[in-house]
């Protein structure tokens, strides 16, 4: 509802303004909803005129319907599915991640979603050579486990030879991977949709030094940030929530990014089932929920594997598990 | 700059009436200028000048990251991450195999917690862990001082004097058998009434204290830099008798983490939680559990869980950003929280007394 204003379109003078706003009309949509010959004659403007600003301000505001086929011709060319890292979390995913998307992880603590989360980094700054924007706002982002993984990735590569130039090259591929990886501490909500604000600057303006070629966003976790908002009579939380999933998807479509979020888990009471945190609101936001889970359930015996299952996708059938390995 | 009014951290009934007079962009609040937004809204002239200087700020907050800016940011790329992170300190418990699973040692700027039946040594460790955060950089520690904020009363001075006066005897052993020039300077100050002196103490008795205090704490570590390492004893035990609302009380508990995560990232502090246990019955069996449930598993970044094994006390680590997950044995001796020494090595005075404050576990008592 954008509020009329002089200099919105050429022919819309301070004047014209302040008699249609004595007649109640205020905003763009007023205005386009009205009769024109009605309002031609009550603020006795000319209907030529009136007629020119409606023209330029629909054509400003209003949105264009698209083609199925362009659509489907434009989402072949601007789509690309991104490797995780892991080939059995790839074919859980149909495989890979696949931009214009956003992609949520779910799980207890300690089931390992930051550690698939550093193993995309890895995956797309090492493998793929592209930029990554991980926003950190659990303080679980660990840089030497990364850098381990990335040895672990650049030795699986590199087995067949063993001589010292391969193993020189290999420690300058890691260092640049790591340079890919952007790293953003944010702490509550307002400082996630600053981020996400500078973000979408950036990339507008097509600054291409310091984003480079940003294909990833991360977000871990996004239920930090929000649950101390939710609950009470105030409905804020929820508003705030829906403005964030709101950029998180316009800035996946507009820049073909794929965009991976973590989640918590909760319980009802103590003795019901696990259910995905921030409620049922949140649940259409990500096209695809991973949850991920630990084999023996109890702390008592530990173990580096890991099952993911698929809650929901819109190309998958759900339900599928797969072992995950996060040593 | 195109930011949306939606997303501005203004006060919510202030948000509804500029949606309701069809502001949508910071930038046309900016425009219109302290008079215009007053008369539109019809609040007065004061609350909307207090209105565009906040969104000025979050403005510029973002223009100032956009150009690349540094200060307050918490911004940079993994390689710088990882320079950091290979340069921190680590704060070491004395128990080399607790060490070595925590890959070092008690990490700083990350919340560590750790859980436990009562008396398998959760207060020790904490006491520990605010002894050695004060040992010299020459020996390997980090130099800092301590915050120890007690909700359940269980901080005793003459244990904490004894720890002391282990950990002093430890380095003199040290600095003899090394014989350099920083070790003698450092040995100076790192005397029991200076440790003592350097561990600042706070009581809180319910929940609004808690949280009161943890609202001051950046304050009080602005004036006080030198401090690495911040405990709570006991963050259980406020926020489980006597709350009814257990919405209201996740609520509190998430807050409260988002806080203590940012005070460790700030101010480069290791934050250290102890926790109780609790039982979850389930359908056949019934299983010890953190307390707090579910969503404060997820407040802390790597959690140690304590328990027993027919007199033995065994800490995991179950949940870590870097390291794999893994189970050792430790002691509480006399000198304070140690490894488990082979029964072959009997020369070390005192080091296999347990601790002769806590009643020893026999087999009946033990469920």
Redesign the interface.
């Known amino acids: 509802?954008?509020?009329l204003?002089a200099g919105l379109c050429p022919g819309l003078t301070e004047d014209m303004i302040q008699l249609l706003r004595a007649k109640g009309i205020?905003?763009v949509v007023d205005f386009v909803s009205s009769d024109l010959e009605d309002i031609a004659q009550k603020c006795s403007l000319s209907y030529k005129a009136l007629v020119a600003v409606r023209r330029v301000l629909l054509a400003q505001f209003s949105a264009f319907p698209a083609n199925g086929a362009d659509l489907y011709e434009e989402l072949k060319s601007s789509t690309a599915i991104l490797p995780t890292g892991s080939p059995s979390l790839d074919q859980l995913l149909d495989s890979g991640l696949y931009t214009g998307e956003v992609t949520e992880l779910m799980g207890?603590?300690?089931s390992g979603k930051?550690?698939v989360c550093?193993g995309i980094?890895a995956s797309v700054s090492l493998g793929l050579k592209q930029h990554i924007l991980?926003l950190d706002?659990?303080?679980?982002?660990?840089?030497?486990?990364?850098?381990?993984i990335l040895q672990a990735q650049t030795e699986d590569e590199e087995e067949q030879a063993r001589s010292p130039g391969e193993t020189e090259a290999g420690f300058v591929l890691q260092?640049e991977a790591?340079?890919?990886?952007?790293?953003?501490?944010?702490?509550?909500i307002?400082e996630v949709?600053?981020?996400l604000?500078?973000l979408?600057?950036?990339l507008s303006q097509q600054v291409v030094s310091?984003v480079g070629s940003l294909k990833v966003v991360v977000l871990d976790?996004v239920?930090?940030?929000i649950?101390?908002l939710?609950?009470?009579r105030?409905s804020?939380g929820l508003?705030?929530m829906m403005?964030l999933s709101r950029?998180l998807k316009t800035l996946a479509r507009e820049f073909s990014l794929a965009v991976v979020v973590t989640n918590?888990?909760?319980?009802d009471s103590?003795?019901g089932p696990?259910k995905p945190?921030l409620g049922r609101s949140w649940s259409f936001v990500p096209s695809t929920r991973v949850l991920l889970e630990s084999r023996e359930g109890?702390?008592?015996k530990?173990?580096?594997q890991r099952a993911a299952s698929l809650a929901k996708s819109p190309r998958q059938p759900t339900g599928i598990q797969v072992e995950l390995d996060i040593? | 700059m195109q930011r949306e009014v939606g997303t501005l951290p203004l006060a919510p009934a202030l948000r509804a009436r500029l949606a309701a007079a069809g502001f949508q962009t910071a930038q046309e609040l900016l425009d219109t200028g302290p008079c215009g937004l007053s008369k539109e809204i019809g609040i007065s002239r004061e609350e909307a000048l207090e209105a565009l200087q906040v969104v000025r700020q979050e403005c510029q907050g973002d223009a100032a990251r956009t150009a690349g800016g540094s200060g307050a940011t918490r911004k940079c790329t993994a390689l710088e991450l990882l320079e950091e992170e290979q340069s921190q300190g680590f704060i070491i418990t004395f128990c080399s195999a607790l060490d070595n699973i925590l890959g070092g040692g008690v990490q700083l700027t990350k919340i560590t917690e750790i859980c436990g039946a009562p008396g398998v040594g959760k207060t020790q460790l904490c006491m520990q862990l605010a002894v050695d955060v004060q040992i010299p950089e020459c020996f390997g520690g980090v130099a800092g001082e301590a915050v120890f904020i007690d909700t359940e009363g269980s901080f005793m001075v003459d244990r904490v004097v004894d720890i002391a006066a282990a950990c002093v005897q430890h380095c003199h052993l040290i600095a003899e058998a090394q014989q350099e020039e920083d070790h003698g300077e450092a040995l100076e100050t790192f005397s029991l009434e200076n440790i003592l002196s350097h561990i600042y103490y706070f009581r809180c008795r319910d929940y609004t204290e808690l949280l009161a205090q943890v609202y001051l704490l950046p304050e009080f570590l602005s004036e006080h830099s030198k401090v690495r390492l911040v405990v709570i004893d006991g963050i259980a035990f406020p926020f489980r008798h006597d709350f009814e609302d257990l919405a209201l009380r996740t609520r509190l508990l998430n807050g409260l983490a988002q806080q203590l995560i940012i005070i460790a990232n700030d101010h480069r502090a290791a934050v250290v939680l102890t926790n109780q246990m609790t039982t979850r019955i389930g359908q056949s069996q019934s299983t010890l559990v953190p307390a707090l449930g579910e969503s404060w598993g997820h407040a802390a970044t790597v959690r140690l869980i304590f328990h027993w094994d027919n007199s033995q006390r065994l800490a995991t680590l179950y949940k870590s950003p870097s390291q794999k997950e893994a189970t050792i044995a430790y002691e509480i001796t006399s000198h304070g929280f140690r490894d488990v020494q082979p029964p072959a090595v009997t020369a070390s005075a005192g080091g296999t007394e347990l601790n002769p404050r806590k009643r020893p576990r026999t087999e009946g008592e033990k469920q």
């Not at chain 1, 840089?143 to 381990?148: D, I, V």
């Not at chain 1, 790591?178 to 702490?187: A, D, I, N, S």
């Not at chain 1, 918590?264 to 319980?267: G, K």
């Open positions: 509802m954008v509020v204003r205020r905003t207890a603590p300690g930051t550690q550093l980094a991980f706002s659990t303080g679980g982002f660990s840089a030497s486990r990364l850098y381990q260092l790591l340079q890919r990886v952007q790293v953003e501490r944010v702490f509550n307002y949709l600053g981020a604000q500078e979408r600057d950036r310091s976790s239920s930090a940030v649950s101390p939710l609950g009470g105030q804020e508003a705030l403005q950029e918590q888990v909760t319980r103590s003795s696990l945190a109890t702390w008592q530990p173990s580096t040593g």
